[in-house]
């Protein structure tokens, strides 16, 4: 059973992120992330970006689900 801790760990190893939150119950995740990666990215492909940073725990089944929201640091601090 993962941790959410664990799954932050593998995201911030893989990504840049200027904030990142992530709750779940140890097969299902959501994530919040903020990171000047995403910047010109679809929506698909930053999810595409994230779920690289953890493709090893989804492909054996370790993580089931990761939920994702995903913005720029300009987006982020636009929202208030």
């Given at each position: 059973m993962?941790l959410?801790?664990?799954v932050?760990n593998?995201?911030?190893?893989?990504l840049?992120?200027?904030?990142?939150?992530?709750a779940?119950?140890?097969?299902?995740?959501?994530?919040?992330?903020?990171?000047?990666?995403?910047?010109?990215?679809?929506?698909?492909?930053?999810h595409q970006?994230?779920?690289q940073?953890?493709?090893?725990?989804?492909?054996?089944g370790?993580?089931?689900?990761?939920?994702?929201?995903t913005?720029?640091p300009e987006?982020?601090s636009?929202?208030g």
């Amino acid at each position: 059973m993962m941790l959410p801790e664990t799954v932050e760990n593998l995201i911030r190893q893989g990504l840049a992120c200027s904030h990142l939150e992530v709750a779940g119950d140890g097969q299902h995740f959501e994530a919040l992330v903020v990171s000047a990666e995403f910047a010109g990215m679809s929506r698909v492909q930053r999810h595409q970006r994230v779920n690289q940073t953890v493709r090893a725990q989804l492909d054996s089944g370790e993580l089931h689900a990761l939920a994702l929201k995903t913005h720029t640091p300009e987006e982020w601090s636009a929202r208030g």
